[in-house]
C-alpha cells in the first residue's frame, strides 16, 4: 500500500513583526559587505523554514559561503554544478516522493529550493531548469539575479543591463556602451514554455515581505514554481555598500524592475510608481554605468518605458539586436 505524500502549508505574511526571527543563513561566509545575494539567500531561508533542502549550484552564493571547514547554512545544503541545478533538484523531489509513497519517510515532503544565480539559471543552467520545470518537479527555483558573473570576476551574464561595465564588456573606443545588448527575460522565458508551471514571480531584496510570501506561494504549489529575485551586488555593479536597499528601491521606482506574479495565466503588479523617475536615478550611482553618454542614457529609457507599459509581458523592442546594423 502507498503512502499519500503530504506537504507543507507555508503562512502568508503581513508585515515585518511576522517575519521568522529564526534564520537557516548564519554569519560565517566571506560575501562582499551589502551583498544583496547573500540578504536574498537569508530572507529566502527565512521564507522556506528547517524542513528545507537548499541547492547551490555554483555562482558566487556558493563560493563565498564554503569555506573549508565552514558553512552558514543551518539547512540541509548541498552544491550542484552551474549546469545542473535543476536536474539534482529534480532527483532529490523524486527520491523524496518514493520514499514517502513506500513508507520509508515518514516527513511530510521537504520545500525543495534551488539557489541559482543568473548564470546557473538562464545562461548556463537553462537546460536543467527547464528540464524541471517541463517535467513537473514540487520544486521551487530561485534566480539570486546580481546581473553578472560576479565569482569569477564581474563577466557580462544574460542579465547585465545594456551598457553595463564588466571584466567582459569594457567600454572603449569600438564600444563606447561596453554592453549592447538588452538583458533577458528570465520569468517570461519559462512562463511561455513550461505548461507544468505553477507559479512565477519576481521580488527584491528591497521589499522584504512582499519576497518572503512569493517564496512561500512557490513553495505552497504542488509543482515546479520559480521567483526572480533582484539582488544588488556593491563589488559588481561599484556602489557603496550601505546603498545596496536603496538601489533595489531605485530599480522599482524607475521602472528598471517590476515586481510582478503570475498564477494561473493571471498577472498581478506589486509596488508600481504613481509616477516613474528617470532610469537616470538608477544609472547615477553606479561606477558600471559612468561611462553612458545622453544618447546611451536615452536608449535605455526608451526600452524601460517600453517594458513598463506592458509589465510581465514580452515586448517589441525599441532597439536594434546587437548584431544589425542601423
Ligand atoms: Fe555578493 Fe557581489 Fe560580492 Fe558576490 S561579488 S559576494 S554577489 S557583493
Ligand atoms: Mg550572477
Redesign the pocket.
Known sequence: MSTKVQHQEMEIIKNMRQIPVEDQYLPGHR??A?????LCYKLVGKAAGPDSIFLGPTG??YV?NTSYLCTPFAMPWTHTQITNGGAVASGIEAAYQVLIRKGKYKGKLPNIVVMAGDGGAIDIGIQAASGLMYRGHDVLFVMYD?ESY??TG?QTSPMTPFAGKTTFTPPGKAIPEGKKTFPKDAAQCFIGGHPALKYVATASVGYPVDLINKVRKGLNQKGPAFVHIH?P????WIFDAKQTIRVAKDAVECGMWVNYEWENGEYKYQHIPKTYKPVKEFLKGQERFSHMDEEMITKMQAFITAKIKTPGKPIELPVLGPREEA
Open positions: 560575501t562582499c551589502g551583498c544583496g545575494p547573500a558566487c552564493m563565498a546580481n560576479a565569482n564581474i539582488s551586488c556593491p563589488k559588481g
